[in-house]
T-cell receptor, first 113, second 119 residues
């Protein structure tokens, strides 16, 4: 089945700096890659997603890039703010997997003043 | 946008009792519901997948008789933890996926989670 690895597990940046979180996946047939932000005690919230027919997608300060050949995708957050502090999860959806998502292990992002 | 309402947000129950968690899609028809379990500082672990009107499909290692899932309508799914024990204490999260309309067929909307504590 699909296996998703996520790095780093913790990331600390200064306010205003950029943050990059990377994920790799194993199933080359995966076709959908969402990123979620989870705040303490809450459910995950979708922040951006990308499909396998697109290489990059941007939404204001957030961008995701996908390299299908290398089977990795990354989340880029620019001009970080303290409210960006949370746990971020990447996920991949393999085709033929019953629409199930496979999640990465999560990255604790801390934006320091 | 797509909203999934999950209740209760927190519940404390005595060992041996059962607890029901509800997940409702408020503005779209959820053809598929996913139920996850999350331990502190860990990722989401899929427990089961349910399609409206069908029996749930459980992931390997998840006891179907202990975690009863009902998806009787396109807007409501429930997870019942039967004969709960302290080791069942965890954060349970549902996720709804719509086949058409909101959210997009590829999308997933998560509930706010339920913190279950069994004493």
């Amino acid at each position: 089945g699909e296996n998703v690895e996520q790095h780093p597990s913790t990331l600390s940046v200064q306010e205003g700096d950029s943050a990059v979180i990377k994920c790799t996946y194993s199933d080359s047939a995966s076709n959908y890659f969402p990123w979620y932000k989870q705040e303490l005690g809450k459910g995950p919230q979708l922040i951006i997603d990308i499909r396998s027919n697109v290489g990059e997608k941007k939404d204001q300060r957030i961008a995701v890039t996908l390299n299908k050949t290398a089977k990795h995708f990354s989340l880029h957050i620019t001009e970080t703010q303290p409210e960006d502090s949370a746990v971020y999860f990447c996920a991949a959806r393999p085709t033929g997997g019953g629409n199930k998502l496979t999640f990465g292990t999560g990255t604790q992002l801390k934006v320091e003043l | 946008g797509a909203v999934v309402s999950q209740h209760p947000s927190r519940v404390i129950c005595k060992s041996g009792t059962s607890v029901k968690i509800e997940c409702r899609s408020l503005d779209f028809q959820a053809t598929t519901m996913f139920w996850y379990r999350q331990f502190p500082k860990q990722s989401l672990m899929l427990m089961a997948t349910s399609n409206e009107g069908s029996k749930a499909t459980y992931e390997q290692g998840v006891e179907k008789d202990k975690f009863l899932i009902n998806h009787a309508s396109l807007t409501l799914s429930t997870l019942t933890v039967t004969s709960a024990h302290p080791e069942d204490s965890s954060f349970y999260i549902c996720s709804a996926s719509g086949g058409s309309g909101l959210p997009p067929s590829y999308g997933y909307t998560f509930g706010s989670g339920t913190r279950l504590t069994v004493v």
